[in-house]
């Protein structure tokens, strides 16, 4: 016995209806733009140099500068760098009163407590 073509075109019609209605409901896929490129966690940057220079102002600028790029790399955390800015301030004041062997010693005693190499 042959199908009848009006219920074979019914079930076809009810199907993809159906199926229709399972796609309308899936979620769609979210296009997301690229995360903007960072720096790498932990690099320091190609061409980053320390400020050159002598007495207490150079070794003052050459803490800061290790410092600003060891927060910006990931290497030290927000409190103790504004310890570290809190004792390069104190150096830099005895730096300006003339007191250049002290604000050395001062920048490092800094560098010893947060352990880096002597400078």
């Given at each position: 016995?042959p199908?009848?073509p009006?219920?074979?075109?019914?079930?076809?019609?009810?199907?993809?209806?159906?199926?229709?209605?399972c796609?309308?409901?899936?979620p769609?896929?979210?296009v997301?733009?690229?995360p903007?490129p960072?720096?790498?966690?932990g690099?320091?940057?190609?061409?980053?140099q320390l400020p050159?220079g002598s007495?207490?102002s150079a070794?003052?600028?050459r803490w800061?500068?290790?410092?600003?790029?060891?927060l910006q790399?990931g290497?030290?955390?927000?409190?103790?760098?504004d310890?570290?800015?809190?004792e390069?301030a104190a150096?830099?004041a005895?730096c300006?009163?003339?007191r250049?062997?002290e604000?050395?010693?001062?920048v490092r005693?800094s560098?010893?407590r947060?352990?880096y190499?002597?400078?």
């Amino acid at each position: 016995m042959p199908a009848n073509p009006a219920r074979a075109w019914f079930a076809a019609c009810c199907l993809a209806l159906a199926l229709a209605a399972c796609k309308a409901n899936s979620p769609q896929p979210q296009v997301q733009a690229p995360p903007p490129p960072a720096r790498a966690n932990g690099v320091t940057p190609a061409g980053f140099q320390l400020p050159e220079g002598s007495g207490c102002s150079a070794d003052i600028s050459r803490w800061q500068a290790i410092q600003q790029n060891d927060l910006q790399t990931g290497h030290v955390n927000k409190a103790v760098y504004d310890q570290i800015q809190s004792e390069t301030a104190a150096a830099a004041a005895a730096c300006q009163a003339g007191r250049g062997a002290e604000a050395s010693a001062m920048v490092r005693a800094s560098r010893a407590r947060h352990g880096y190499p002597g400078g």
